[in-house]
């Protein structure tokens, strides 16, 4: 997700609003000198998809397919309880879900940016990272693009934000925007697809469904290509919450090949290194887990076919948060999941995807000093490395062992947090 070296990771909070003041500054000036043309910054920002095709009907459409979703997820349990960020993460509402097409459209930048022949960017199809405002998106963050490539034909984007760069984006954004895209287009076959595809995971994810057969672009921060005709999916994971069809999708089309030799009891390593989000007590752990059964695995040492079938066997699973979690697409019914956290960042990506498992099992324990009241908005600490005594993670992982399919605990047992609040019992899932 960040570009840092883990050494200058704890500066990414400053990093960060210093990159978003640059982007307001250099934005302005480079509205003020532009002249409407294809080299320009765009000169407006649309919200949603639907509002960019109803200002230029005809140039640009949105195709939809499906219902809108409306979920609400219950609580997870854990430790502390009373999290307010839980509170803020819990309900999922996404618009159907759409392809835009766009007539002389054009895609700019490393995130492969959606703008429109008028001369807007289109946020639904362009999210950026931690952004507050939509003069914050790094496309304004220079005075003028270089001419664009035109593309003869039909140009469909699947880069998003970070598809290019973390594992975790690359299935979850990008592979299931092909689906999507078959579901209303099932006889496309496009002249350029834009998607990343040079790091070794990606390399393998499009040979595995089949994108390798067409003609790729890598998004880069010089991209700035003009096609006849621009396909844009969208993206329907932007708060990694995990629409249910997402991770539906990824399992009919990346499927497990064999479990057979495969540890029924994980535990997922970071490696050592400080501020990755490692655990940094994990030689004094791993000698307990190993006594009850676990092996300690590291996905990113692991080809992705290798990933999905460790995590298809696996009934429990112990790790930090990090983006080797992915892979829990693939777990079996009634998986057991204990998260490590660390206080400054919390994340509901991988809880989301376990609520999509049927008869799943999930439970968090976060390393103090934890701000109960701090929001979802305020998790600042991206790569803080996590804390924990192994004895709380032994504690949780019994809990967790004890815990039954709606996510309480055993008769004999309460779901209580450090303070000894027990956790409201959750209320029903809503219909998406």
Do not use: C
């Not at 064999?258 to 400080?274: A, E, I, N, S």
């Not at 290798?306 to 429990?316: L, P």
């Amino acid at each position: 997700m960040t570009r840092l070296p883990p050494a200058l990771m704890p500066l990414w909070p400053v990093a960060k609003r210093a990159h978003r003041a640059a982007t307001r500054t250099v934005g302005v000036a480079a509205r003020a000198v532009g002249d409407g043309g294809p080299r320009s910054v765009p000169a407006r920002v649309s919200p949603t998809s639907r509002a960019t095709a109803t200002a230029e009907p005809d140039r640009v459409r949105l195709h939809a397919v499906g219902p809108p979703l409306d979920l609400l997820r219950p609580l997870p349990a854990g430790r502390p309880g009373g999290l307010r960020f839980w509170d803020d993460v819990r309900v999922l509402r996404r618009p159907p879900r759409s392809v835009l097409e766009v007539e002389d459209g054009r895609l700019v930048g490393e995130a492969a940016a959606t703008v429109t022949p008028a001369g807007t960017l289109d946020r639904e199809t362009s999210p950026y990272f931690g952004i507050r405002r939509p003069t914050e998106h790094p496309v304004h963050l220079r005075l003028r693009y270089p001419e664009p490539e035109h593309v003869a034909g039909t140009v469909v984007s699947l880069a998003s934000h970070a598809s290019a760069r973390n594992y975790y984006h690359s299935l979850m954004d990008a592979l299931p925007r092909w689906g999507l895209l078959q579901e209303l287009f099932p006889d496309e076959r496009p002249d350029r697809v834009v998607i990343g595809h040079t790091t070794r995971w990606d390399r393998q994810l499009v040979a595995m469904v089949g994108l390798d057969a067409l003609p790729l672009v890598e998004p880069t921060h010089a991209l700035h290509l003009r096609a006849d005709r621009l396909l844009v999916p969208a993206i329907d994971n932007q708060t990694t919450l995990a629409p249910p069809w997402v991770t539906a999708w990824l399992r009919a089309h990346l499927p497990v090949r064999d479990v057979r030799d495969k540890p029924r009891r994980l535990y997922v390593t970071r490696g050592d290194r400080p501020n990755t989000r490692r655990y940094v007590q994990e030689e004094a752990l791993l000698p307990h887990l190993e006594r009850q059964g676990f092996v300690r695995v590291d996905p990113g040492t692991m080809s992705v076919q290798e990933q999905i079938d460790h995590f298809a066997a696996a009934e429990v699973v112990v790790a930090p948060h990090g983006a080797g979690l992915v892979n829990l697409t693939f777990a079996p019914p009634g998986v057991r999941v204990l998260e490590l956290f660390a206080p400054r960042y919390l994340n509901p990506g991988y809880w989301a995807i376990v609520d999509n498992v049927p008869d799943s099992r999930y439970r968090y324990v976060v390393a103090e000093p934890v701000d109960r009241l701090r929001s979802e908005r305020a998790m600042q600490g991206v790569q803080d490395d996590v804390d924990l005594p192994a004895a709380v993670v032994l504690e949780e992982l019994e809990h967790l062992l004890a815990q039954d399919a709606d996510g309480q605990e055993a008769p004999g047992r309460t779901d209580a947090g450090q303070d000894g609040a027990e956790h409201p019992r959750s209320p029903e899932r809503g219909t998406p």
